[in-house]
């Protein structure tokens, strides 16, 4: 069975102190919960003090974006190494901001994924349709595109590694939520997707997130679907008892 993930990405929210102060009340909400696996995402001024203040809790760290290579000369750049030498476990990657705003691509999105899991970090890898994309029909195109070459060449040991986030760009930040039916409707073609690529088992065993305007709300119906393995959620992961009831879906 897949163990839902519950995933906060704090995007360019938060400084060292406020994440610090997060985190704890966070751990303290949900330090009873064992069923479900709980991340936050800081910005990386404070990856290092989360890490810290989460250590020993149930609270597992990510980042919210690296560099593939090992280290060099990448000015303003972020190792694979750096990560996990903090405790870091996940790495989002591939988020629809960073596609938009910083020129992120599905090439550029593979060789990050690729040099997450040969580092051992757990790459999320967020896909997502646009508005115009969805209304012209292409959604499923769109997403097959950016599965089949952001996971180019990867091999996983582990499937449990491999978490895929279905984040429709038109409901990120929004209020607009995909209802039950349509991201379950996209989660079971991802998974058929994944098993073309990977096999049955493997996909069976990789965690699907929606993301996308998750609240405490709207969180139990969605997390009610079959192929619906956990949330990535931004706006409301700021707040430590908004984010820990969606925990507690
Ligand atoms: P949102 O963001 O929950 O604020 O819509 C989700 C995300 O961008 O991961």
Redesign the pocket.
């Known amino acids: 069975m897949r163990t839902p993930l519950i995933a906060g990405?704090w995007?360019m929210y938060k400084t060292e102190t406020e994440a610090v102060d997060t985190v704890r009340r966070l751990a303290s909400a949900v330090a009873d919960v064992s069923a479900v696996e709980v991340m936050v995402a800081p910005p990386f001024t404070a990856l290092s003090a989360v890490a810290r203040a989460a250590e020993g809790t149930v609270v597992r760290v990510g980042a919210q974006n690296l560099f593939w290579e090992a280290e060099g000369a990448f000015t303003g750049e972020i190792a694979p190494g750096m990560l996990t030498a903090l405790g870091c476990t996940y790495v989002?990657i591939g988020?629809?901001?960073r596609r938009q705003y910083f020129g992120e691509t599905d090439d550029t999105v593979n060789r990050r994924v690729g040099a997450a899991l040969s580092a051992g970090l757990k790459p999320v890898l967020?896909v997502g349709e646009t508005e115009a994309q969805r209304e012209a029909g292409d959604t499923f195109s769109v997403l097959d595109k950016q599965v089949e070459i952001g996971l180019q060449g990867v091999s996983l040991k582990n499937p449990g590694d491999l978490v895929v986030?279905y984040?429709p760009v038109w409901?990120?930040?929004?209020g607009k939520t995909a209802t039950s039916g349509q991201a379950q409707e996209v989660h079971l073609h991802l998974r058929q997707r994944l098993a073309g690529r990977f096999g049955t088992e493997t996909a069976e065993a990789v965690r699907i997130l929606y993301?996308?305007?998750?609240k405490p709300g709207n969180a139990p119906e969605l997390m009610g679907m079959p192929d619906i393995d956990g949330a990535?959620?931004?706006?409301?992961?700021l707040d430590a008892d908004t984010f820990s009831r969606i925990v507690r879906f």
């Open positions: 990405n995007k989002i988020h629809s901001e967020c986030a984040e409901a990120i930040g929004t993301g996308g305007s998750v990535l959620v931004g706006g409301a992961s």
